[in-house]
């Protein structure tokens, strides 16, 4: 079974930066795409940006020039560095491939981001 646990979530004033990262195990991490994605209360989950096994990115509008995502295969990890946050990134931010983001189970606990004014 894939296990996801994300970390690096906290509270943070507008115009500061976080750092999150996704550590993934079960699998064989490097073959697949990997997505961050969030979710505020009352909201739909939105794909935040996404890495491709090969290291190509991109990027939903909202965020594009402010985040950045990257990966380390050889760690398992996947990494959202985020800068220059607004209160409306405010949301809980989850990491899943997108293969398998249809699936409830297949989502981790997230971490909390909270960006006050």
């Known amino acids: 079974q894939v296990q996801l646990v994300e970390s690096g979530g906290g509270l943070v004033q507008a115009g500061g930066s976080l750092r999150l990262s996704c550590a993934a195990s079960g699998t064989i991490f490097g073959f697949n795409a990997m997505g961050w994605y969030r979710q505020a209360p009352g909201k739909q989950r939105e794909l935040v940006a996404v890495?491709?096994?090969?290291?190509?990115?991109n990027y939903a509008d909202f965020v594009k020039g402010r985040f950045t995502i990257s990966r380390d295969n050889a760690k398992n990890t996947v990494y959202l560095q985020m800068n220059s946050l607004k209160p409306e990134d405010t949301a809980v931010y989850y990491c899943n491939t997108p293969s398998r983001s249809g699936i409830s189970t297949s989502w981790g606990q997230g971490t909390q981001v909270t960006v006050s004014s």
């Open positions: 890495i491709s096994s090969g290291g190509s990115t």
